[in-house]
């Protein structure tokens, strides 16, 4: 059993920043697989957002936030994180981070993630 929990989310205006956490426990695997961070705004699609390794950080971004977002790991602590510059209303949603046992090539579809976290709000007010 794998447990995910996000942390980071809330309220920013746009063009701001934010840092988000994705805690793992329990069987990880660390350094083998991959975490991914998907995102859910009301009545869409949860979308992906970013993955990567756990071992190499090797990492693969949607394009609609290329060059704004930046995702990490620390694998000794078995933590992700999403780091989100020069948000904008439209990345207003429920962010999720998840786990996969795929490494490589990194993979932008939820069936490929086993494990999901709860969850955590980012509003970007204009």
């Given at each position: 059993q794998v447990q995910l929990v996000e942390s980071g989310g809330g309220l920013v205006q746009a063009g701001g920043s934010l840092r988000l956490s994705c805690a793992a426990s329990g069987r990880?695997?660390?350094r083998y697989g991959s975490i991914g961070w998907f995102r859910q705004a009301p009545?869409?699609?949860r979308d992906f957002?970013?993955?990567?390794?756990?071992?190499a950080g090797r990492v693969f971004y949607a394009d609609s936030v290329k060059?704004?977002?930046t995702i990490s790991r620390?694998?000794?602590?078995?933590?992700g994180?999403?780091?989100m510059n020069s948000l904008q209303p439209g990345d207003t949603a429920v962010y999720y981070c998840a786990r996969s046992l795929r490494t490589w090539p990194l993979s932008p579809?939820?069936?490929e993630y086993d494990y999901w976290g709860?969850?955590?709000q980012v509003t970007v007010s204009s």
């Open positions: 990880t695997f660390s009545g869409k699609e957002v970013a993955a990567i390794t756990w071992g060059g704004r977002f620390d694998a000794a602590k078995d933590t994180y999403l780091q579809v939820r069936e709860q969850g955590t």
